[in-house]
């Protein structure tokens, strides 16, 4: 959420698109938290954490 209101608040009024993407991908990152915490599925971002992000995090604390 706060990257929503850090795209819609600070870039927005001087580069647009690239403020309402940020806005964009900002509300989706906070829907799929509500998902993932109000369901028991697992939700696009989550897989992609445990299924890449960690999986790479872990390669490199060695």
Known sequence: M???????????????????????IGLLVALDDVIEYMTPYPTPLDQLW???VH???RILEV
């Open 2 to 24: 706060a990257l929503s209101l850090f795209g819609f608040a600070s870039i927005w009024p001087y580069y647009p698109a690239t403020g309402s993407g940020f806005a964009f």
């Open 50 to 52: 445990k299924r890449v």
């Open 55 to 57: 999986s790479f995090v």
